[in-house]
C-alpha cells in the first residue's frame, strides 16, 4: 500500500474512559501517536511541555470548564483544537468556535469522521505532512483535489461515491461495514438503509468497469460489507 499516512501527534482530554479509549486506540490504529488526558490541566500541561499537533477536546470536564480551558489553551499556543461535544448544542459550539476551537465532532462519532476532521484543521493551518493520494493497483486517489483515476483516466465520480472510495481504500483489504460506510460517509450512525450503500457501491463498480458479479476493486463480503482490494495483489 503507497498510502502512507504521516505519524501526527494527538492529545485527547475526554474523562468519559470508554470514548477516550475508543478514540485513542482508533487513531492509533491508524498510526498516529496519540497521548491522553482525563482532566483539562492535565490535558493543559501536556500542550504546553510535549506540543502535540492536534488536541481533540471534551467539553465537559471534571475539573474546568470547557470553554475556559479553549482560552488558555489559546493563551498558550495555536495548536488546532477539535472540541468532542455530547450533543448538537449550537450555542455551545458557536462559543466553543468563537472561543479558538478550530472544529467540533458530535458523540457518538467514528473514528474516521475524526480522522478527516484532523487531516482538515491540519490543511486548513497548512501544517498537513500527511500525502493525500492513495494509491492501489490502477487505481489512484488524491483527496486533496478530490479527484480519482483509475489506469490513468479520470473517473467521473459523485460526491459520495468519492468518500465511498476514499474510505474504502485507507482501508485497503479490510472489510467495511455497510454500517460504517453509512456512519462515515452519510453520517446516519443509527437508522439508514443498506439498500444506499447497496445503490452506490453498484454506481462505483460500474465506474471501475466491473460488476458483482465480476468483482475486481470491490469485493463484497456477503452480510458484511465490501473490501478494497488491487487485484493484481496479494490481497485479491
Ligand atoms: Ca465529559
Redesign the pocket.
Known sequence: MTYRSGVTSILVI???DA?RDAVTRGLRERGHAVAAARSGLTGLEHIIHQGPQVVLL?????DIDGLTLIAMIRAANDVPLIV?T?QDDDPTMIQALDSGADDYVVKPFGTDQVAARIRAVLRRGGRDLTPSVITVGGLTIDESTRTATLDGRLLDLSRKEFDVLVLLASRRGQVVTKRELLSEVWQQAYGGSDRTVDVHLSWLRRKLGESAAAPRYLISVRGVGVRLVDPEGDDA
Do not use: H, V, W
Not at 58 to 62: A, I, K, Q, V, Y
Open positions: 475526554e474523562d468519559d470514548i471534551d467539553l465537559g470536564l471534571p468532542i455530547a
